[in-house]
Every structure is written in structure tokens, then in C-alpha cells.
Antibody, heavy 121, light 107 residues
Framework: QVQLVESGGGVVQPGRSLRLSCAAS????????VHWVRQAPGKGLEWVGV????????TYADSVKGRFTIARDNSKNTVDLQMNSLGPEDTAVYFC??????????????WGQGTLVTVSS | DIQMTQSPSSLSASVGDRVTITCRAS??????LAWYQQKPGKVPNVLIY???TLQSGVPSRFSGSGSGTDFTLTISSLQPEDAATYYC?????????FGQGTKVEIK
């Protein structure tokens, strides 16, 4: 079955960096885009960014542009979210989600369980 | 960027009630609209996609309608297990903006 498993969350000081990873299985990983979505404690869902199926195209929310970078390794079925210059506003559960096959537009149909990032001194 | 506005932000209804949640896009998005349900402490799940297509396994009391800028999620007969927060999301293009959510409580 389709699985997405995030790792790498934890407590980090403001201004520091953290890298999250997402390991995928149960589907042809290289066919699908992968999105990151976050949810601050007690708040709604916020779309963070996406990497295309081949890794060449990436788009980010304005709130993280220039600080966050998404990269994928289709040989390992993994996606990383590199987060730099973290601030308290980045405190959230970060979800890795499956997007669309190239040429299609589909909702986020599979989600990982999420990993909590807490930015605090 | 296109903004997604949901209403109401919360509602309280009785078991058996018909519940309607609306989502408005600031520009047309055709029918590229999904509805998600998120129960406390759980991961969001797709209920409806392409504005009106029921995801496999989702009870038929859930339905969606709309196209362009105005969309609706309807629960025809509210059940206790429907207590959750519901989000709309556009996926016509990036950014894939979510609505702010509607919390549904059972009276």
C-alpha cells in the first residue's frame, strides 16, 4: 500500500536549519509530484511547496520562498525539505503528500503522518 | 495568487441535520477543487475531488458541487463521526492554497 513516512523533526533554535525527509513506498514514486503541507498548532493547513516528478521544477509558498528548498532522489524514493533561517512562525507539523502524475491535476490523495518541528530558544 | 475563502469558520449542528459549507475562490479554478476532512490528531483525508467526485470509501451523505469560483460541501444527514474540520483546496495550479477550514461540532 502507499506509504509516506516523514522524519527529521525536532526542536531547533531560531535562525538555525533543519532538514526533513520523506520516504515513499507502494507506488511508482518517479511518476508523481510530491508536496509539503504544514499545520501550526491549533491552526489550519498551509501548502508549503512542491517538487515535480523528475525533480526539475519546484515551487514554494511566499512564506518560505528563499529559505526552504525541496529536493528528491528518485533512485531512493525520497524527498527532502531543507529549512533554513527558521523562525517561530515555522513551528508546525510538516506533512509529505503525494501529488499528481505528469500531465494530470489531482488532489493530495496520500499523506504521511507528519513530523513536528518546533522553533524555540 | 488565488485566495480560497471558506464559510462558516465553525458550526454546530444536530445529528441528522443537513450541513452546508461553502468555499469561494478569488478567481476561477474550473472544477479543480478538493474537500478534505481532518479529525483531531489525525491526518487529512480527501472526501471530494474535481469539485463533485466522491473519493472511494467516503459515505454517500457527503456531496460536493460548484465550478468556477463557488463551491459547496454538503453533508446530507450529519453523523457523530462527522465531527471534524473540513478544508477546501484548489489544485488547478500552484500555489495549492487551502481554505481556512470549517470546524463542525455535534450538538
Amino acid at each position: 500500500q502507499v506509504q509516506l513516512v516523514e522524519s527529521g523533526g525536532g526542536v531547533v533554535q531560531p535562525g538555525r536549519s533543519l532538514r526533513l525527509s520523506c520516504a515513499a513506498s507502494g507506488f511508482t514514486f518517479g511518476y508523481y509530484s510530491v508536496h509539503w503541507v504544514r499545520q501550526a498548532p491549533g491552526k489550519g493547513l498551509e501548502w508549503v511547496g512542491v517538487v515535480s516528478s523528475n525533480g526539475n521544477d519546484k515551487t514554494y509558498a511566499d512564506s518560505v520562498k528563499g529559505r526552504f528548498t525541496i529536493a528528491r532522489d528518485n533512485s531512493k524514493n525520497t524527498v527532502d525539505l531543507q529549512m533554513n533561517s527558521l523562525g517561530p512562525e515555522d513551528t508546525a507539523v510538516y506533512f509529505c503528500t503525494r501529488g499528481s502524475i505528469v500531465g494530470t491535476k489531482r488532489p493530495l490523495d496520500y499523506w504521511g503522518q507528519g513530523t513536528l518541528v518546533t522553533v524555540s530558544s | 495568487d488565488i485566495q480560497m475563502t471558506q464559510s462558516p469558520s465553525s458550526l454546530s449542528a444536530s445529528v441528522g441535520d443537513r450541513v452546508t459549507i461553502t468555499c469561494r475562490a478569488s478567481q476561477g479554478i474550473s472544477n479543480f477543487l478538493a474537500w478534505y476532512q481532518q479529525k483531531p490528531g489525525k491526518v487529512p483525508n480527501v472526501l471530494i475531488y474535481d469539485a463533485s467526485t466522491l473519493q472511494s470509501g467516503v459515505p454517500s451523505r457527503f456531496s460536493g458541487s460548484g465550478s468556477g469560483t463557488d463551491f459547496t460541501l454538503t453533508i446530507s444527514s450529519l453523523q457523530p463521526e462527522d465531527a471534524a474540520t473540513y478544508y477546501c483546496q484548489k489544485y488547478d495550479s500552484v500555489p495549492r492554497t487551502f481554505g481556512q477550514g470549517t470546524k463542525v461540532e455535534i450538538k
